[in-house]
């Protein structure tokens, strides 16, 4: 008797495990099931998709362009030989300061130009006082070791060493490309280069500031505008943050990206966000830059933060991937100036560290 029992009892829970088993399948096939997502989720799902199609496309396109249009800089290796002249013939590494020593020539900039730029001044200082129509040729032999960061919303963040002239898309490929949850804008930041820290003003320059390029990845991967397929240096810093957030630069103590997570947040909390104002900020001139729903068009809408501060004025409520900025008191003509540029457009180009 009791082993029948115990027989029973087995049967049993084989037969509880086999319901289960069945109800958690059906629950997975379910959670999986693309007719339970939403509109939206698939239409982001397809976009994203098609933006990371496009990167892949952009990164294995021929380096020829890129190499023909590459800019020497420090610690590249360049050949140089003179078809008349075999003397002339040299081999020479960069300083880090972008020159080189050539025979006769003396000392030579070379930094920031292509091969063909180099070849036609090398050909040109030549035939002014030593060879009649000099043949000159320059090859780069070795580039330099460039490391490019990035971060956010890509399979792969972390820092990358390159060599050669690369852009924005051939690093997003390399970076495996976007994820889902990645928001609609890149932030490309750039220190301050050696040329830069020498300028007048020393180090209180507005040049010792890095730079903030704005890109929009709908126009560049959905639209195909090359224009903002901008090359990358050395130091460069590429960040996609997650949808879902607002972005407060200038001015501010501690500019970025803050999530929304479904909270209402308005202009004065988004500058408790990013911890106050600097003290030369002008925060009665501060705008918002907004999607307009209409391409890449952009409303503008005006901020004046010590009156809200002060109650005197209405704290609006910001919308997802809304950008706020602060200027800097002494640099209005110059803002207007860019936002005349602009016209209604955040683009390539926008310079957030100048603002």
């Known amino acids: 008797?009791?082993?029948?029992?115990?027989?029973?009892?087995?049967?049993?829970?084989?037969?509880?495990?086999?319901?289960?088993?069945?109800?958690?399948?059906?629950?997975?096939?379910?959670?999986?099931?693309?007719?339970?997502?939403?509109?939206?989720?698939i239409e982001s799902s397809k976009q994203v998709k098609a933006m990371n199609e496009r990167i892949l496309a952009?990164?294995?396109?021929?380096?020829?362009?890129?190499?023909?249009?590459?800019?020497?800089?420090?610690?590249?290796?360049?050949?140089i030989s003179v078809f008349e002249e075999e003397k002339l013939n040299k081999?020479?590494?960069?300083?880090?300061?972008?020159?080189?020593?050539?025979?006769?020539?003396?000392?030579?900039?070379?930094?920031?130009?292509?091969a063909n730029e180099l070849e036609k001044e090398v050909r040109e200082l030549l035939a002014e006082k030593y060879l009649q129509n000099p043949h000159v040729g320059v090859f780069i032999k070795e580039y330099r070791s460039q490391r490019i960061s990035v971060m956010g919303a890509v399979e792969k963040p972390g820092p990358y060493d390159v060599t050669g002239q690369k852009t924005?898309?051939?690093?997003?490929?390399?970076?495996?490309?976007?994820?889902?949850?990645?928001?609609p804008l890149l932030f490309l930041i750039r220190p301050p280069q050696p040329e830069d820290e020498i300028s007048p003003g020393?180090?209180?320059?507005?040049?010792?500031?890095?730079?903030?390029?704005?890109?929009?990845?709908?126009?560049?991967?959905?639209?195909?505008?090359?224009?903002l397929n901008l090359p990358l240096i050395h130091g460069d810093v590429i960040n996609i943050p997650i949808s879902g957030k607002i972005f407060v630069g200038g001015e501010v103590k501690s500019p970025g990206g803050f999530a929304l997570k479904g909270k209402k947040v308005t202009v004065s909390q988004a500058i408790a966000m990013a911890q106050g104002l600097k003290p030369e900020a002008k925060g009665g001139e501060a705008k918002i830059f907004r999607?307009?729903?209409?391409?890449?068009?952009?409303?503008?809408?005006?901020?004046?933060?010590?009156?809200i501060q002060k109650g005197q004025s209405e704290d609006p409520a910001l919308k997802e991937n809304d950008i706020l900025i602060v200027p800097k008191?002494?640099?209005k003509a110059l803002f207007f100036g860019i936002l005349d540029t602009l016209k209604g457009v955040m683009g390539f180009g926008v310079s957030l560290g100048s603002l």
């Not at 952009?58 to 050949?79: A, F, H, N, Q, V």
């Not at 999607?291 to 009156?307: P, Q, T």
Request: charged share 25%.
């Open 58 to 79: 952009g990164s294995l396109t021929s380096g020829k362009e890129l190499y023909r249009d590459y800019k020497i800089g420090p610690e590249d290796l360049i050949e």
């Open 168 to 183: 924005i898309l051939n690093i997003l490929g390399m970076a495996g490309g976007l994820k889902e949850d990645a928001g």
């Open 291 to 307: 999607y307009s729903g209409k391409g890449s068009e952009r409303e503008i809408l005006s901020a004046d933060v010590y009156a």
């Open 91 to 114: 081999t020479v590494r960069v300083s880090s300061q972008g020159n080189i020593s050539l025979p006769l020539l003396g000392i030579l900039r070379v930094k920031g130009l292509t």
């Open 202 to 227: 020393g180090k209180d320059s507005e040049a010792m500031k890095p730079n903030t390029f704005v890109i929009d990845l709908e126009e560049l991967l959905v639209k195909g505008d090359l224009t």
């Open 1 to 41: 008797m009791s082993s029948r029992i115990n027989i029973f009892f087995l049967l049993g829970v084989v037969c509880i495990a086999f319901t289960l088993s069945c109800a958690s399948e059906s629950s997975l096939r379910k959670e999986v099931d693309p007719s339970t997502l939403s509109a939206k989720e």
């Open 329 to 331: 008191s002494g640099t």
